[in-house]
Structures are given as structure tokens and as C-alpha cells.
């Protein structure tokens, strides 16, 4: 699965990529991220991409040519079709369905947006995918577009050491809601103990637990 990165600040996920089970699952070619430094297609002095908008008001908002110029060469240097996607907090929220079909996509091409927003002819040419993690408001879409490869790259076959893992995630294809609580060794910390059944040994009250927790949970933390 590939992911190509148009964004202002490349720099922003070298930590990123380095780390975790991210890193090894581009060691092990499972997963291929492109970066993309959108200044590359700066038509202007100093390599500016960004103008005050018409009509007045605060900031200044990224150009239609350097962004769409900069996505028509991404887009040509594979063949695999991509799903474009724009961050922004005027998106659908990011929910773990959506994720799931994410993570059947060969390929995806992240837009990162600063300052103000975009020019809404970015939008009209390109027709991305707009996508938001929530209602609020981040500096810009970076931090959003580690998200939704952070998310997505969990179900891609061979990235997780054992494969349950994303089917038992809340929210999953098999776990509609929040996962139950779980425990480790200690047995007793501070007076704080693990619950008797998930020591008994019955694989079929210990799931029967799990669900009954997992679905007061849900009650609790969502509406």
C-alpha cells in the first residue's frame, strides 16, 4: 500500500516514519510512504504557495496552481489509482469503517493543509476526499495525515505481529464498540486486583465478561 504526502512541512514525519511498527512494515515492503514537499511547485518568489484571499478577511489560503499542478505529478509517478485525499476540519469524521476501506486501497494521496484552508477551486478540480479526525481545529493536516496512515496501515496483512490484534481493536470489523479493559502482572497493585475471571481458565465466561464490560464501557464513553 502506498501513501504519497503533499505537505508544507516534510520534515515534520521523519520521527514518524522511523518508529514503531510503521518503520517495519516499510522494511518489509508492506507499506510505502512518499513525501511530497509541496513547495516544489511554487510558481512564485521564495517559493510562496500561499495569497490572501479575495474579499478580505483574516489569513491567507494555499494556491490553486502549486496544489493542483503538485497532485497531477504525484498522481503520474505510479500507476495505481489513488484515492486523493484532503484534510480538513469541513470533512467527514474519520471513523474505523472508513478506515477499513482505506485500508484496501493500493494506493492514497494525502493533501495537507495550513493556514487558512485551501482555495475552493482545489477542490472543484481535484475532487478529494475531504476527511477530518473531528470538530476542532488543528495548525495543519500533518498531524491528521499520520492518523489515517497510523490507522490504515494496522489492517494491511503482515504489519501487526498477530492479526487478531486489529480484528479485537474497538471499533473493528468484529467489535462494534470500545474494547473491554484488560490486565497484566502484577495480579495486585496497590490494592487494585485483576478480576477473578479472567484467572478461572473458562474461555466462555471470560468472553461473556468482555462483552458485558465492553458494552457498559460503550454506554459510558459514548452517546
Known amino acids: 500500500m502506498r501513501f504519497d504526502v503533499v505537505t508544507l512541512f516534510p520534515e515534520m514525519f521523519e520521527g514518524y516514519l522511523g518508529e514503531g511498527l510503521l518503520s517495519k512494515a516499510i522494511s518489509k515492503g508492506l507499506i510505502e510512504v512518499r513525501l511530497h514537499s509541496l513547495r516544489q511547485w511554487a510558481t512564485r518568489k521564495h517559493q510562496k504557495v500561499d495569497d490572501r484571499p479575495y474579499g478580505g478577511g483574516p489569513g491567507m489560503l494555499l494556491q490553486v496552481e502549486p496544489v493542483v499542478t503538485c497532485v497531477e505529478s504525484v498522481l503520474a509517478m505510479d500507476s495505481r489509482p489513488a484515492e486523493i485525499i484532503l484534510l480538513s476540519p469541513q470533512g467527514e469524521r474519520l471513523r474505523q469503517p472508513l478506515v477499513e476501506q482505506f485500508s484496501k486501497l493500493p494506493r492514497m494521496l494525502l493533501i495537507c493543509g495550513r493556514y487558512e484552508g485551501f482555495d475552493h477551486r482545489i477542490i472543484e478540480i481535484l475532487k478529494p476526499r475531504q476527511v477530518s479526525l473531528g470538530d476542532f481545529v488543528l495548525n495543519g493536516g500533518e498531524v491528521a495525515a499520520m492518523a489515517i496512515i497510523d490507522a490504515a496501515m494496522r489492517l494491511v496483512p503482515g504489519t501487526l505481529g498477530d492479526e487478531q490484534s486489529a480484528q479485537l481493536d474497538s471499533f473493528s470489523f468484529d467489535h462494534s464498540g470500545l474494547e473491554y479493559p ?20 473458562h474461555h466462555e465466561e471470560i468472553e461473556k465478561w468482555r462483552a458485558e464490560q465492553s458494552r457498559v464501557r460503550t454506554e459510558e464513553m459514548r452517546e
Not at 497484566?184 to 478461572?200: A, I
Open 182 to 201: 484488560q490486565y497484566t502482572r502484577p495480579r495486585e497493585y496497590r490494592g487494585h486486583v485483576v478480576p477473578d475471571v479472567l484467572l478461572n481458565g
